[in-house]
């Protein structure tokens, strides 16, 4: 349908509407004051180049959402097309709903790289799935969720080939709670670090072109995702990585960047000779044409997929501003939550635990009990349910959900599995990591012994041993 007014009728009945029905729609358009330039973005987006023109189209139009992007300003139409305005003329059309354009953004989504069994972090991964293990009082793949969603994302993939009814089940009420759709894509054979991304490709890309995230499941950082989106827009590349610095390079794959622009030069897998102190952060950004380079079957994005997207020079780096750390072994686990502990008290600290028995930087779940003349910290996380009884010391480690710790003991550079119990007068250290439900008898000694869930430990562990 069309309608046809001159400049100065609109001059003149600027208050005027124009009342059209679609498909059982009614609504109404303004008469301009002046002419608009609006511009018909997608299906249903709209695009106008004056503030003023956006709210007269706003209060004739409630059923658009706002959003405010760089200088031009969007609506989103939630039940009808409308509006292409050309010279003197006013189009009205139907189209169907795009719930993939609401808030004037599209959609992003997130594929975690969870793996398989998680053998270096046992004992604690016989109970739970490495990324249902508690880090800092939370499921360590919580910490990436929540950061995900921070940002906008809506649906996160979870690549897995071991125990994926755990982790949906475990997920299930965090996905209600953060309005964050959570799946899983299910390999029934590994396919290392990119074949995962084919298996997943229709769960990735739904033809709007949108890049997405790529995270691995064990890495613990401030998640600059937002700066990485940016990032990825600016240099129009097809994929960007996150690296970090590293003192002793030599141990790592290195990667060789242009310092000003971020454009990947290659990869050197531990060198000999100083090339770099940059490594892979383990968090990417990919567009969907990434995709293209992957087959279905064991593939290294590391090795295989960003060593050629590099050599067409459209791969770029971002350094990672603020901590990084692997959690995947207890020794990285413990140095990791030195470092996320010290991130947060310089960004919430109120989140951190104080008072007379608090030594730098601790964390204590609201529901945990700790009894008078204690000395916790630096470096201790104490989870929900937790009972630390009087006199004891605690530094450098944590204490999981349902744990209890009794009178005079001592623990550091340690973990405590779940409901484990240590006695009175005991002494736990040197990268000691109870599973779950283990109890340790009064006054027993245990240097980095690694016992297995169920045990009851009845003598010292004079030197590191596992307890089976």
Same mark, same amino acid.
């Given at each position: 349908m069309r309608t046809t007014t001159s400049g100065d009728q609109r001059h003149r009945n600027s208050s005027q509407t124009l009342t059209r029905?679609?498909?059982?729609?009614?609504?109404?358009?303004?008469?301009? *004051?002046?002419? &608009?330039?609006?511009?018909?973005?997608?299906?249903?987006?709209?695009? &106008?180049s004056s503030r003023?023109?956006?709210?007269?189209?706003?209060?004739?139009?409630?059923?658009?959402?706002?959003? *405010?992007?760089?200088?031009?300003?969007y609506a989103t139409v939630l039940c009808f097309n409308l509006i292409l305005r050309e010279e003197n003329s006013l189009?009205?059309?139907?189209?169907?709903?795009?719930?993939?354009?609401?808030?004037?953004?599209?959609?992003?989504?997130?594929?975690?790289l969870v793996g398989g069994f998680g053998t270096r972090l046992r004992p604690l991964?016989?109970?739970?799935?490495?990324?249902?293990?508690? $880090?800092?009082?939370?499921?360590?793949?919580?910490?990436?969720?929540?950061?995900?969603?921070a940002i906008g994302v809506t649906e996160v993939v979870l690549a897995i080939n071991y125990q994926p009814e755990v982790m949906l089940n475990f997920l299930k009420d965090f996905e209600e709670k953060l309005g964050i759709k959570i799946t899983c894509s299910q390999e029934t054979e590994p396919l290392g670090t990119a074949g995962p991304l084919a298996l997943a490709?229709?769960?990735?890309?739904?033809?709007?072109?949108?890049?997405? $995230?790529?995270?691995?499941?064990d890495v613990i950082s401030e998640y600059p995702l937002k700066?990485?989106?940016?990032?990825?827009?600016?240099?129009?590349?097809?994929?960007?990585?996150?690296?970090?610095?590293?003192?002793?390079?030599?141990?790592?794959?290195?990667? &060789?960047?242009?310092?000003?622009?971020?454009?990947v030069d290659k990869f050197v897998e531990k060198p000999k000779l100083f090339v770099g102190n940059k490594i892979n952060a383990g968090i990417y950004l990919l567009n969907p044409s990434v995709l293209d380079q992957i087959q279905l079957r064991p593939t290294s994005i590391e090795k295989e997929v960003f060593p050629k997207i590099a050599a067409e020079k459209k791969l770029y780096a971002m350094v990672l501003p603020g901590f990084w750390m692997d959690i995947g072994q207890p020794r990285d686990y413990i140095s990791g939550l030195r470092l996320y502990l010290d991130s947060l008290r310089?960004?919430?600290?109120?989140?951190?635990?104080?008072?007379?028995? *608090?030594v730098g930087n601790v964390i204590v779940h609201e529901t945990a009990k700790i009894g008078e003349g204690c000395l916790i910290g630096p470096d201790v996380a104490i989870g929900p349910g937790c009972v630390v009884e009087s006199g004891v010391r605690l530094s450098r480690c944590t204490v999981m959900r349902g744990a209890r710790i009794k009178k005079h003991t001592c623990i550091s550079s340690s973990i405590i599995g779940w409901h484990s119990t240590v006695?009175?007068?005991?002494?736990?250290?040197?990268?000691?990591?109870?599973?779950?439900?283990?109890?340790?008898?009064?006054?027993v000694y245990s240097n980095g012994g690694v016992v297995l869930p169920h045990k009851e430990i009845k003598s010292s562990i004079l030197k590191p041993e596992i307890v089976m």
């Open positions: 029905r679609v498909d059982s729609f009614e609504f109404q358009a303004f008469s301009f *004051i002046r002419p &608009v330039e609006v511009n018909l973005l997608s299906r249903n987006v709209l695009c &106008v003023s023109q956006f709210r007269t189209l706003l209060s004739s139009f409630p059923m658009l959402v706002v959003s *405010i992007s760089s200088q031009l300003l189009h009205l059309c139907h189209a169907p709903l795009n719930t993939r354009q609401l808030r004037g953004h599209i959609t992003m989504k997130a594929l975690i991964t016989l109970s739970f799935p490495k990324p249902l293990v508690d $880090f800092a009082n939370k499921p360590m793949i919580l910490h990436q969720i929540e950061a995900l969603k490709r229709d769960k990735l890309v739904d033809g709007s072109g949108e890049p997405f $995230f790529v995270l691995n499941s700066e990485m989106i940016e990032f990825h827009k600016a240099h129009g590349g097809e994929a960007s990585i996150m690296v970090t610095k590293v003192d002793e390079p030599s141990k790592y794959g290195v990667v &060789v960047m242009e310092e000003t622009t971020g454009q310089k960004k919430t600290s109120s989140k951190l635990a104080s008072g007379p028995h *608090i006695g009175q007068w005991a002494r736990v250290e040197n990268m000691t990591i109870l599973g779950e439900d283990v109890h340790v008898c009064d006054e």
